[in-house]
């Protein structure tokens, strides 16, 4: 009985929450410049692994229109495209182009949580290298980087 209880309370929450109407907004802002590619290669694997969240292009999944999920993905691609957006390439001080290649060769991006929905953003080793050496190619090495092999 308790657990029946239990059930309809969780349901009720999961239906009122859907009256939120945060993350449902999925209007891509313009695009206002794009970097210049070093190759077609590191902008389709940058497509492929990158894009719904570091860039004005976000394709939006089902799933982004019901709360819980909404308010998550809604989330994730307002930080990614503060930190790092090809759709605002040559905005002052807001794009880390330079940090993109360390952050892929750490296995930060694209984060464990978002392969799972997008499997054709799991890069194999050979493509997650050529992907790295093409972001260098690209937007440089990270500055740190460079500082602490001076030392």
């Known amino acids: 009985m308790k657990l029946g209880k239990a059930l309809?309370?969780?349901?009720?929450?999961?239906?009122?929450?859907?009256?939120?109407?945060f993350g449902?907004?999925?209007?891509?802002?313009p695009v206002t410049g794009t970097p210049q590619w070093d190759?077609?290669?590191?902008?389709e694997l940058f497509n492929r692994a990158c894009k719904d969240?570091?860039?004005n292009q976000t394709v939006w999944p089902w799933y982004s229109k019901i709360a819980p999920a909404s308010?998550?993905?809604h989330l994730d691609v307002s930080i990614g495209r503060s930190k790092f957006n090809?759709?605002?390439?040559?905005r002052e001080g807001k794009n880390k182009g330079d940090e993109a290649a360390?952050?892929?060769?750490?296995g930060k991006m694209p984060p464990w949580f978002y392969l799972p929905a997008h499997p054709e953003a799991k890069l194999t080793p050979a493509e997650k290298d050529e992907l790295v050496k093409g972001l260098v190619?690209?937007?440089?090495?990270?500055?740190?980087?460079?500082?602490?092999?001076?030392?």
């Open 39 to 43: 190759s077609p290669r590191t902008e």
């Open 24 to 29: 449902r907004d999925h209007k891509n802002p």
């Open 8 to 21: 309809v309370a969780v349901v009720a929450i999961l239906v009122l929450i859907q009256l939120i109407p």
């Open 71 to 73: 308010w998550l993905l």
């Open 86 to 90: 090809v759709s605002e390439w040559g």
């Open 102 to 106: 360390e952050e892929t060769r750490g």
């Open 53 to 55: 969240c570091h860039s």
């Open 137 to 151: 190619a690209t937007f440089g090495e990270e500055k740190k980087e460079v500082k602490n092999k001076a030392r």
